[in-house]
């Protein structure tokens, strides 16, 4: 058995996970995680095509604990136009993955994974992730334990002690007993996230009201200050959708999900050299 520490799988591999980042206008619109395997880049489907079709998409490395662009689509809806083979699993609740052959990807001194099946893996063993959490131009290192093994819809799920947070979908799951992927990490809907969503669709609602609604003044007593109603409105609407932002990064409640790559490897998604 292999005795690698945690620290030196981390200083290996982290060349070979991909920071991708939506942009507009230089606004971050999204992000996400993804890693290199025999040349294929493998993330979810919804990291690429879940965001603005008229976004950048920027792919980053960390060098040197900082990041680094390797490359750059002008528009996400041109992306085709970027790799030559792709293997696709683009039902939401089934296999969320994509793997893209990226040749200015490919072509660099990127560390590249190998995969391996989940099956001789047991629940209680240690599992490693790394990833760009929260949007963030680091890495982050996660270590935590399989905590159950289960089917849905057909594909192999791994569920895991450790938290999935914004950022870190598309993460490889690693077995440091062999620095092998055996999952592909995704942010999985809880109970939580449908409950955020209704509220951020009802201040979204708010919002919309008071942007239609003629623009009318108040004296507020004693105040010789006039107060735009619509326009403040939109103010407290604007504050609380960050604070139900700053909410959701504390309410993770340390469950995480991953598939299994073992789909990849019976569908052949790699053409092996």
Known sequence: MNNYSIPDIIDEVKSGIIQIVHEKNGVQLSSGTGFMANG???????VIYNSSSDSEIIFRKCSNNS???LM???????IE??????GIG???ENNDYLVLKLPKLANQ?????QLDSHKNKRIGEQILFLGYHFGQDRITAH???ISSFYQSNNVDVIQIDGSINNGASGSPLIDPITKKVIGIVTRKEDGFTKIFKQIEKIISQNNELSSSMPSNTLQILGSKSLVDIPMQVKEINSSLLELMKQIKRSANVGIGYAFSVEQLMKENCFIID
């Open 109 to 113: 001194n990127l560390y590249n994974f």
């Open 67 to 69: 990041v680094k662009e």
């Open 72 to 78: 750059r689509v002008e528009n996400s809806k041109d």
């Open 90 to 92: 683009i039902e939401k």
């Open 81 to 86: 136009l970027y790799y030559t083979e792709v």
């Open 143 to 145: 270590n935590g334990f």
């Open 40 to 46: 294929y880049l493998v993330t979810n489907y919804h």
